[in-house]
């Protein structure tokens, strides 16, 4: 099935549509769905690098609307929709204690790993912010520099590169934006022991 989706997300790109597909993944990416904006946004980034940043901006515009959807699904609607979503995809019993052992610090930290690097997924850390009471304008610019920095610099990548960055994004960016994401946590955890 996961196959399935991924094949009928990467069809979408070659559509007339796809910038407003790319905006409708994007969105639901960010508090629903399973698979990453990157999956239509690389092919189409590739096939029209003059529109690299407007498809950044596309992106990244309707990540954070999504995100937003996500943080007011898990302030306003946990118990009703957040729940039997988080259940489907058997990420409730980790969402709950992650839910009960986290602090205000870490959801900002986790919101900033989930943007660049997918960890944890993004939908779970809008979710996590809505139902821990995040305060939304600090959720919405932390959504805002994280999702940027990821579609902004894929675009980049992809307009200085071409092609062949595509093999490196599409296998290694999860690494490097998990390296990225590591350095901050190090950076985080160096803070909280010494200041």
């Not at 003059?50 to 992106?59: F, H, M, T």
């Not at 409730?92 to 986290?102: D, Y």
């Not at 779970?124 to 610019?141: C, D, E, K, M, Y």
């Amino acid at each position: 099935m996961l196959r399935r989706l991924y094949d009928w997300t990467m069809s979408l790109a070659a559509r007339k549509s796809a910038e407003v597909w790319l905006a409708i993944i994007a969105f639901v990416e960010s508090s629903i769905f399973l698979v990453p904006a990157d999956v239509l946004f690389l092919p189409m980034a590739l096939a029209r690098p003059q529109k690299a940043w407007r498809y950044a901006l596309i992106a990244t515009v309707a990540s954070v609307l999504g995100g937003i959807a996500g943080w007011y699904l898990g302030h306003y609607a946990y118990e009703a929709l957040a729940k039997p979503i988080l259940a489907f995809y058997g990420k409730l019993e980790a969402f709950e204690q992650l839910k009960n052992s986290v602090g205000y610090e870490t959801l900002v930290l986790l919101l900033v790993t989930s943007g660049l690097a997918h960890l944890p997924p993004i939908k779970v850390v809008t979710i996590l912010s809505g139902a821990a009471n995040i305060n939304l304008g600090v959720f919405i610019v932390s959504a805002i520099i994280a999702r940027g920095a990821r579609f902004y610099l894929i675009a980049w990548l992809l307009r200085r590169y071409g092609e062949g960055i595509r093999h490196f994004i599409e296998k290694r960016l999860g690494l490097l934006a998990g390296i990225v994401a590591a350095v901050l946590i190090v950076i985080f955890v160096g803070y909280r022991l010494f200041i």
